[in-house]
């Protein structure tokens, strides 16, 4: 099911549709686990700990606030600089952390950026949620950040509106390409739909390469799946390295020697690729993990594939037999764990998990006025109050104010004062999954530019069947939804599980009405694939 919204009431409709898409239906817990099977676990800070930035103000990563007084990033490309006025909410990295760091002040020594691709969007599909990128099918969740950094977002005279949502990007067309983008996320496993689960996307001006610059360049990472020749395919694009200058473990190689079947490489270059063909400049194997055996290290990623006690995050196989069998996770679920490098430097025997979001479990997002926020029974937690539902806010939450460029420091230490010093209390997305206890826990909290129409929405499974009427109406976590059957969009069969986005006005009942002109109601049956194909 495709469905085209207008821009401006819609264009909200439209950034929060693909949470619809990749909701899942049903019940399920939401389990915080050590090696042990109970109870939540204070997260540890490993040698290495790779995962999103959830929040800034110094940097978080995997539940820790690392001090980055003294920290040095360096990109993909090699460079080296001092300070973190380059990274952004989203961006997945892996932290080393400083000599001095401890569980209780963790300190980053060096903070390691690796986009995953860089270049054109040639395909976006609505309907799936996803984005052709450098041949690489990259999927969009309703956590994914966009950060617009082209010139004319902040032109003095007619500024362009920012780009915030898939429905702002512009696809190849002919022989015009579609817009220059920078994608950040967690690999994910070339035998599903799709090989990168993006956790942000930049958009950039392109520059043309001229007599005196090179212009802006182009990457791919991933696994190769075939090879013939000098080219290997990775994704759906050959990567031709014919002309390429190719490096392993700091040394350069012949390119034969990493273009194998299995290994993941890294290709980099300035020319644009042509017909699903990218001849880059230079091919480096790349390394999944840290290559010292015994080297504690902190993973989060998306589970692509399991095989007995052994499970697949961001391409690294991860041994599981010293776990519980109960904490094995599943398909799909976003995982964060402690673990081991083995002495093959190349997988991670586990040792605890940190945490387990299942896929199964019920997700929703609402966007709206945030009515209230107060302290949490326990230290570095909030309750916030959006359409009258309470989640729980903590630092595993991505935090993110996206009415401000560049983003202010605005992160789980300052949550509260934050939001008390602005002028209102704002309007803002939350993403929340529903705990085992019957509660609601945010994954990410975003404040958003409010729509001139005051609508707000909410994406998720249907408590029960519907009441039939003039208007109908259906629940949503215990909201009342009003909506015309003649209206629908997608099958008017109804039943308890039926995931449903809905947009209108609130009324003063609590209730969203969706018969209001420029409203929507969407369904989606609780058995259709989710996001990952499965």
Do not use: W
Not at 108 to 132: M, N
Request: charged share 10%; proline share 4%; hydrophobic share 40%.
């Amino acid at each position: 099911m495709q469905i085209n919204f207008k821009l401006g009431a819609g264009a909200l409709v439209s950034m929060v549709l693909a949470a619809l898409l990749a909701a899942c239906g049903g019940g399920g817990s939401d389990a915080t686990t050590g090696a042990s099977g109970a109870g939540a676990n204070t997260p540890t800070v490993a040698a290495q700990s790779t995962g999103a930035i959830t929040a800034m103000g110094s940097v978080f990563v995997n539940g820790h606030e690392f001090n980055t007084n003294s920290a040095n990033v360096d990109d993909d490309s090699g460079t080296r600089t001092a300070g973190t006025t380059d990274l952004d909410v989203g961006m997945v990295v892996t932290v080393t952390a400083a000599s001095n760091s401890t569980e209780s002040a963790p300190v980053a020594a060096d903070i390691h950026v690796d986009p995953l691709a860089k270049g054109f969007v040639d395909v976006s599909t609505a309907s799936a949620g996803t984005l052709t990128v450098m041949g690489q099918t990259v999927q969009i969740t309703s956590s994914t950040a966009y950060v617009d950094q082209r010139a004319c977002v902040s032109a003095a005279t007619s500024p362009c509106a920012a780009i915030t949502a898939q429905s702002g990007l512009t696809a190849t067309s002919g022989s015009t390409p579609g817009n220059y983008v920078v994608i950040h996320g967690y690999l994910f496993s070339t035998g599903t739909a799709a090989q990168i689960v993006a956790t942000l996307i930049g958009i950039q001006d392109y520059a043309t390469p001229t007599a005196t610059t090179t212009g802006s360049p182009f990457k791919l990472e991933g696994q190769i799946t075939s090879v013939t020749g000098s080219s290997a395919v990775i994704g759906g694009e050959t990567v031709d390295l014919s002309s390429a200058t190719c490096r392993a473990d700091g040394a350069n190689v012949a390119c034969n020697t990493i273009a194998v079947v299995g290994k993941s490489i890294a290709a980099f270059g300035f020319a644009a690729p042509t017909s699903s063909t990218f001849k880059p400049a230079t091919g480096r194997l790349i390394r999944l993990v840290p290559q010292t055996a015994g080297t504690q290290i902190e993973i989060e990623g998306k589970v692509s594939s399991v095989t007995g006690t052994s499970f697949v995050i961001q391409g690294i196989t991860i041994d599981g037999s010293g776990l519980a069998a109960s904490q094995i996770p599943a398909i799909g679920d976003k995982v964060e764990l402690v673990g081991t490098i083995a002495a093959n430097g190349q997988s991670v025997t586990a040792t605890s998990i940190l945490e387990d979001h299942p896929a199964a479990t019920a997700r929703y997002v609402l966007a709206g006025p945030l009515t209230s926020v107060t302290a949490g029974t326990t230290a570095g937690t909030f309750i916030v109050t959006v359409l009258g539902q309470t989640a729980t806010v903590d630092s595993s939450a991505m935090i993110v104010d996206q009415t401000v460029r560049p983003h202010p420091t605005f992160n789980i230490t300052n949550f509260q004062t934050y939001l008390q010093g602005l002028s209102a209390l704002p309007y803002v997305t939350l993403q929340v999954r529903a705990t085992s206890g019957g509660g609601l826990q945010a994954s990410s909290f975003r404040i958003v530019k409010a729509p001139s129409n005051k609508f707000v929405v909410i994406t998720g499974p249907a408590d029960s069947a519907v009441t039939v009427g003039t208007p109908s109406s259906v629940k949503v976590h215990g909201i009342n939804i009003l909506f015309n059957a003649s209206a629908v969009h997608g099958s008017a069969s109804i039943a308890k599980g039926t995931n449903i986005l809905a947009a209108g006005l609130l009324s003063t009942a609590g209730a969203i009405d969706t018969t209001v002109s420029g409203g929507q109601f969407v369904t989606r049956s609780s058995q259709e694939d989710d996001d990952f194909g499965f």
